[in-house]
């Protein structure tokens, strides 16, 4: 499936978004569309340069002021769908 499909179904069918684990800085969901289970991360940190090369880590800007819960409808997370479907992170399970 590609990006633009898998929105479409996400909105048109109203599917729900499934909190599945935490692991290594992620949040990972699933979601089903047509009868197929995927699953994909959310950063949740990033590395920052700061001075003299040195860097961190922080709370991922991408997050914003974002909640996120244990179900959720999946159109609300399509930002982060859409990157993992351009990492290919979006996988079938």
Request: charged share 25%.
């Amino acid at each position: 499936m590609d990006k633009t499909e898998v929105k479409k179904e996400l909105y048109k069918s109203k599917v729900q978004a499934i909190f599945s684990h935490y692991c290594s800085g992620s949040i990972y969901y699933t979601v089903e569309i047509s009868g197929d289970i995927f699953q994909f991360p959310i950063e949740t940190v990033e590395y920052y340069e700061v001075a003299d090369g040195q860097g961190e880590l922080g709370l991922s800007s991408d997050l914003g002021t974002t909640s996120f819960y244990k179900e959720m409808k999946g159109s609300e997370l399509n930002r982060w769908i859409g990157k993992a479907i351009d990492n290919n992170e979006f996988n079938k399970i």
